[in-house]
Protein backbone atom coordinates (compact mmCIF):
# COMPACT_ATOMS: atom_id res chain seq x y z
CA UNK A 1 0.00 0.00 0.00
CA UNK A 2 0.97 3.72 -0.30
CA UNK A 3 2.92 5.43 2.21
CA UNK A 4 3.87 9.57 2.56
CA UNK A 5 6.80 9.88 4.89
CA UNK A 6 7.90 12.68 7.42
CA UNK A 7 10.86 13.54 8.75
CA UNK A 8 9.90 13.97 12.64
CA UNK A 9 11.21 17.31 13.54
CA UNK A 10 12.69 20.41 11.69
CA UNK A 11 14.08 23.25 13.66
CA UNK A 12 14.09 26.67 12.70
CA UNK A 13 15.26 30.12 13.96
CA UNK A 14 12.67 32.80 14.75
CA UNK A 15 12.47 34.81 11.54
CA UNK A 16 14.26 31.94 9.10
CA UNK A 17 12.99 29.73 6.79
CA UNK A 18 11.64 26.26 7.37
CA UNK A 19 11.18 23.36 5.14
CA UNK A 20 9.09 20.50 5.64
CA UNK A 21 8.77 17.45 3.00
CA UNK A 22 6.63 14.97 2.49
CA UNK A 23 8.00 12.25 0.74
CA UNK A 24 6.19 8.97 -1.39
CA UNK A 25 6.33 7.03 -4.44
CA UNK A 26 5.87 9.48 -7.41
CA UNK A 27 4.27 11.92 -4.99
CA UNK A 28 4.25 14.77 -7.99
CA UNK A 29 1.78 12.42 -9.74
CA UNK A 30 -0.75 13.71 -6.94
CA UNK A 31 -2.26 16.53 -5.03
CA UNK A 32 -0.74 16.91 -1.31
CA UNK A 33 -2.60 18.82 1.26
CA UNK A 34 -0.52 19.90 4.31
CA UNK A 35 -2.65 20.52 7.91
CA UNK A 36 -0.69 22.32 11.22
CA UNK A 37 -1.66 21.08 14.64
CA UNK A 38 -1.15 22.48 17.94
CA UNK A 39 -1.44 20.95 20.66
CA UNK A 40 -4.50 20.15 22.49
CA UNK A 41 -6.19 21.47 19.36
CA UNK A 42 -7.81 19.88 15.87
CA UNK A 43 -5.66 19.84 12.47
CA UNK A 44 -6.26 22.86 10.66
CA UNK A 45 -5.81 22.99 6.87
CA UNK A 46 -2.86 25.52 5.32
CA UNK A 47 -1.98 24.04 2.15
CA UNK A 48 -4.25 22.27 -0.23
CA UNK A 49 -3.91 21.35 -4.14
CA UNK A 50 0.58 21.31 -4.01
CA UNK A 51 0.27 25.19 -3.24
CA UNK A 52 -3.33 26.67 -2.58
CA UNK A 53 -3.79 28.78 0.45
CA UNK A 54 -7.38 28.43 1.88
CA UNK A 55 -8.71 31.89 2.32
CA UNK A 56 -7.53 33.14 6.25
CA UNK A 57 -3.67 31.52 5.82
CA UNK A 58 -0.72 33.59 6.04
CA UNK A 59 1.05 33.63 2.99
CA UNK A 60 4.04 32.63 5.05
CA UNK A 61 2.98 29.43 4.11
CA UNK A 62 3.50 27.73 0.26
CA UNK A 63 3.94 24.54 -0.91
CA UNK A 64 5.41 22.41 -3.94
CA UNK A 65 5.28 19.00 -4.84
CA UNK A 66 7.50 17.29 -7.97
CA UNK A 67 9.06 13.91 -8.28
CA UNK A 68 8.86 12.30 -5.29
CA UNK A 69 9.01 15.08 -2.73
CA UNK A 70 6.40 17.59 -1.40
CA UNK A 71 7.67 20.26 0.72
CA UNK A 72 5.50 23.08 2.92
CA UNK A 73 7.61 26.10 3.63
CA UNK A 74 6.93 28.32 6.04
CA UNK A 75 8.95 32.08 5.43
CA UNK A 76 9.75 34.15 8.04
CA UNK A 77 8.85 31.61 10.80
CA UNK A 78 7.16 33.16 14.03
CA UNK A 79 7.15 31.36 17.75
CA UNK A 80 3.39 30.77 16.63
CA UNK A 81 4.15 28.51 14.02
CA UNK A 82 5.48 25.87 16.39
CA UNK A 83 3.05 23.07 15.56
CA UNK A 84 2.99 19.99 14.22
CA UNK A 85 2.86 19.70 9.98
CA UNK A 86 0.99 16.54 8.45
CA UNK A 87 0.90 16.15 4.84
CA UNK A 88 -2.39 14.40 3.19
CA UNK A 89 -2.48 12.22 -0.08
CA UNK A 90 -4.72 9.84 -2.11
CA UNK A 91 -4.19 6.51 -2.38
CA UNK A 92 -6.96 5.71 -4.61
CA UNK A 93 -10.00 6.63 -2.85
CA UNK A 94 -8.60 6.27 0.45
CA UNK A 95 -7.05 9.65 2.44
CA UNK A 96 -3.13 8.97 3.48
CA UNK A 97 -1.95 11.25 6.26
CA UNK A 98 2.41 11.82 6.66
CA UNK A 99 3.86 10.91 10.00
CA UNK A 100 4.38 13.99 10.86
CA UNK A 101 6.72 16.84 11.53
CA UNK A 102 7.01 19.09 14.64
CA UNK A 103 8.57 22.00 13.16
CA UNK A 104 10.37 23.56 16.42
CA UNK A 105 11.31 27.65 16.61
CA UNK A 106 14.19 28.06 18.87
CA UNK B 1 -19.73 30.77 10.18
CA UNK B 2 -20.04 26.77 10.27
CA UNK B 3 -19.20 24.98 12.88
CA UNK B 4 -19.16 20.81 13.49
CA UNK B 5 -20.22 19.84 16.76
CA UNK B 6 -20.13 16.18 17.77
CA UNK B 7 -20.96 14.02 20.82
CA UNK B 8 -21.00 10.26 21.55
CA UNK B 9 -19.93 7.93 24.32
CA UNK B 10 -16.09 8.08 25.11
CA UNK B 11 -15.49 5.65 27.56
CA UNK B 12 -15.63 1.65 26.07
CA UNK B 13 -15.27 -1.36 27.50
CA UNK B 14 -13.28 -3.96 24.91
CA UNK B 15 -15.95 -5.37 22.26
CA UNK B 16 -18.38 -2.77 22.46
CA UNK B 17 -19.55 -0.64 19.84
CA UNK B 18 -18.44 2.62 19.23
CA UNK B 19 -21.01 5.59 18.45
CA UNK B 20 -20.74 8.99 17.52
CA UNK B 21 -22.74 11.53 15.75
CA UNK B 22 -21.59 15.18 14.32
CA UNK B 23 -24.24 18.09 13.29
CA UNK B 24 -23.57 20.82 10.66
CA UNK B 25 -24.56 23.96 11.87
CA UNK B 26 -24.41 27.51 9.51
CA UNK B 27 -23.59 25.97 6.15
CA UNK B 28 -24.32 23.73 3.11
CA UNK B 29 -24.44 20.35 3.68
CA UNK B 30 -25.19 18.95 0.52
CA UNK B 31 -22.40 20.46 -1.41
CA UNK B 32 -19.55 18.37 0.52
CA UNK B 33 -18.25 14.83 1.84
CA UNK B 34 -18.56 14.15 5.51
CA UNK B 35 -15.83 12.02 7.03
CA UNK B 36 -14.52 10.73 10.31
CA UNK B 37 -10.87 10.63 10.87
CA UNK B 38 -9.15 9.55 14.22
CA UNK B 39 -5.78 10.18 15.56
CA UNK B 40 -4.12 7.35 17.76
CA UNK B 41 -1.62 8.60 20.77
CA UNK B 42 0.76 10.45 19.48
CA UNK B 43 0.52 9.36 15.40
CA UNK B 44 -1.03 11.19 12.98
CA UNK B 45 -4.17 11.21 11.33
CA UNK B 46 -6.20 8.01 10.11
CA UNK B 47 -8.71 8.70 7.91
CA UNK B 48 -12.05 5.98 8.60
CA UNK B 49 -14.11 6.74 6.17
CA UNK B 50 -16.53 9.23 4.43
CA UNK B 51 -19.96 9.91 3.58
CA UNK B 52 -22.35 12.49 1.23
CA UNK B 53 -26.16 13.90 1.54
CA UNK B 54 -27.39 11.16 -0.39
CA UNK B 55 -25.49 8.04 1.99
CA UNK B 56 -22.86 7.76 -0.80
CA UNK B 57 -20.19 6.07 1.16
CA UNK B 58 -16.14 4.96 1.01
CA UNK B 59 -14.33 3.40 3.94
CA UNK B 60 -10.53 2.82 4.98
CA UNK B 61 -9.93 -0.70 4.05
CA UNK B 62 -8.04 -1.51 6.99
CA UNK B 63 -11.13 -0.69 8.93
CA UNK B 64 -13.87 -1.49 6.21
CA UNK B 65 -14.89 -4.45 8.25
CA UNK B 66 -16.12 -2.60 11.59
CA UNK B 67 -17.44 0.55 10.47
CA UNK B 68 -20.64 2.18 9.15
CA UNK B 69 -21.08 5.48 8.78
CA UNK B 70 -24.53 6.77 8.16
CA UNK B 71 -26.44 10.22 7.53
CA UNK B 72 -29.54 12.26 8.42
CA UNK B 73 -29.57 14.71 5.77
CA UNK B 74 -32.89 16.94 6.49
CA UNK B 75 -31.08 17.10 10.31
CA UNK B 76 -27.72 17.78 9.02
CA UNK B 77 -26.34 15.07 10.56
CA UNK B 78 -23.59 12.08 10.05
CA UNK B 79 -22.57 9.47 12.29
CA UNK B 80 -19.74 6.81 12.97
CA UNK B 81 -19.99 3.56 14.36
CA UNK B 82 -16.98 0.58 15.08
CA UNK B 83 -17.65 -2.60 16.20
CA UNK B 84 -15.58 -4.62 18.54
CA UNK B 85 -13.60 -2.17 20.06
CA UNK B 86 -10.29 -2.84 21.47
CA UNK B 87 -7.89 -0.97 23.34
CA UNK B 88 -5.88 -0.04 19.99
CA UNK B 89 -9.06 1.95 19.11
CA UNK B 90 -8.29 4.24 21.99
CA UNK B 91 -8.02 7.80 19.69
CA UNK B 92 -8.83 11.08 18.88
CA UNK B 93 -12.13 11.13 16.56
CA UNK B 94 -12.92 14.00 14.72
CA UNK B 95 -15.57 14.53 12.38
CA UNK B 96 -14.37 16.65 9.63
CA UNK B 97 -15.88 18.37 6.20
CA UNK B 98 -14.26 17.21 2.93
CA UNK B 99 -14.33 19.40 -0.24
CA UNK B 100 -14.83 17.50 -3.04
CA UNK B 101 -13.71 19.16 -5.78
CA UNK B 102 -11.81 19.21 -9.47
CA UNK B 103 -11.84 16.36 -12.06
CA UNK B 104 -10.50 13.60 -9.24
CA UNK B 105 -10.23 12.77 -6.06
CA UNK B 106 -6.76 13.50 -6.15
CA UNK B 107 -8.36 17.18 -5.96
CA UNK B 108 -10.35 16.81 -2.34
CA UNK B 109 -9.26 17.86 0.67
CA UNK B 110 -10.14 18.19 4.68
CA UNK B 111 -10.65 21.97 5.28
CA UNK B 112 -13.01 22.40 8.30
CA UNK B 113 -12.47 19.92 11.59
CA UNK B 114 -14.79 19.18 14.71
CA UNK B 115 -13.26 19.84 18.42
CA UNK B 116 -12.70 15.64 18.54
CA UNK B 117 -13.89 13.49 20.79
CA UNK B 118 -11.12 11.41 23.31
CA UNK B 119 -12.23 7.85 22.93
CA UNK B 120 -10.48 5.50 25.52
CA UNK B 121 -11.31 1.23 25.20
CA UNK B 122 -10.49 -0.28 28.57
CA UNK B 123 -9.75 -3.98 28.66
Known amino acids: SYEVTQPPSVSVSPGQTASVTCSGDKLGDKYVSWYQQKPGQSPVLVIY???KRPSGVTERFSGSNSGNTATLTISGTQTLDEADYYC?????????FGTGTMVIVL | QVQLQQWGAGLLKASETLSLSCAVYGGSFSGYYWSWIRQLPGQGPEWIGE???????NYNPSLQSRVTISVDTPKKQFSLKVNLMTAADTAMYYC?????????????????WGRGTLVTVSS
Open chain 2, 96 to 112: VREVAVGPGRDHWYFDL
Open chain 1, 49 to 51: QDN
Open chain 1, 88 to 96: QAWDSTTAL
Open chain 2, 51 to 57: INHSGST
